[in-house]
């Protein structure tokens, strides 16, 4: 069965460095989003991509973060300089369709500590 | 986009028992979903239900839905060790993104 995959599986980096994290959809999808979990909240959205650009952001998707397809296959999430409170869980989601007809299917995440 | 409401917010049954979860959101919807997701770990679609429908079932799963009472319950039946999890329900109105709530954390007891 077609899975979403996250690479790396944790990511360990000092604050203000740069990280990014990588997703592969699946391969049919459209849709694609990032989301995070800071440990014990809930799961936040961050960004939606389709059609190669950005189509709906949060508060949290600031200026230091951005997200490419550089590829016909890979979704990846750059921050630019880490914080501590970047600490979480990023999740990857892609989707056939809108939220509104489809279901969206979710990586296994990377955890990203920040020192 | 809003978010659901679950209830309870922790529910722990005997494994072979039924679970039942309730949800609650405020406008209406084109769809509500549910998921779950295993301990700080991806989170899982489980069953979409569409606005016009009242009622789904998939495997041990069974989803109801009350658009006039603004209420979704998902029902898990014969319970086992590997349900454990936090459950969400997403009501889906014309947004891409899904919003979560906090949940309903399923401890199922052997």
Redesign the interface.
Known sequence: EPEVTQTPSHQVTQMGQEVILRCVPISNHLYFYWYRQILGQKVEFLVSFYNNEISEKSEIFDDQFSVERPDGSNFTLKIRSTKLEDSAMYFCASSEDRASYNEQFFGPGTRLTVL | SQQGEEDPQALSIQEGENATMNCSYKTSI??L?WYR?NS??????LI?IRSNEREKHSGRLRVTLDTSKKSSSLLITASRAADTASY?C?P???????????GTRLTINP
């Open positions: 084109n769809n979903q997701q700080g770990r991806g989170l899982v679609h979409l969400f997403v889906i109105q014309g947004a891409q993104k899904l919003v979560f709530g906090q």
